[in-house]
């Protein structure tokens, strides 16, 4: 079980620090990432982590703006957001690696993850 939360309203150029809280499972185990979804547009990847945090992986769209970080002695992952834009407004999801994930492939599909909880509302204005 996963529950996102950290959102809330800000604006442009602002910053948000999302965390996700594991339970029911290894949290150090898997490897993690970042989705989100916009009104009316299919959820999208965001950003990947590995099981020890060593390796990650972003979204061309929040490279350099975005950091994912996890703290497996607290079951926790966490998306820094920096330099916040109107088109970063989504709802935001964590979700589980199903295994997917090596140092040649980056799961970025949907399919490809699990334990799907509620998300968090991010909402940037101008």
């Known amino acids: 079980q996963l529950q996102a939360s950290g959102g809330g309203l800000v604006q442009v150029g602002g910053s948000l620090r999302l965390s996700c809280a594991a339970s029911?499972?290894?949290?150090?185990?898997?490897?993690m990432g970042w989705f989100r979804q916009a009104p009316g547009r299919e959820r999208e990847f965001v950003a990947y982590?590995?099981?020890?945090?060593?390796?990650?992986y972003y979204a061309g769209s929040v490279k350099g703006r975005f950091t994912i970080s996890r703290d497996n002695a607290k079951n926790s992952l966490y998306l820094q957001m920096n330099s916040l834009k109107p088109e970063d407004t989504a709802v935001y999801y964590c979700?589980?690696?199903?295994?997917?994930?090596?140092?040649?492939?980056?799961?970025?599909?949907?399919?490809?993850?699990?334990?799907w909880g509620q998300g968090t509302q991010v909402t940037v204005s101008s």
């Open positions: 979700a589980t690696d199903r295994g997917y994930g090596n140092l040649r492939y980056i799961p970025r599909r949907l399919d490809e993850y699990d334990g």
């Open positions: 029911g499972r290894t949290f150090s185990s898997n490897a």
């Open positions: 982590i590995s099981r020890n945090g060593v390796y990650t």
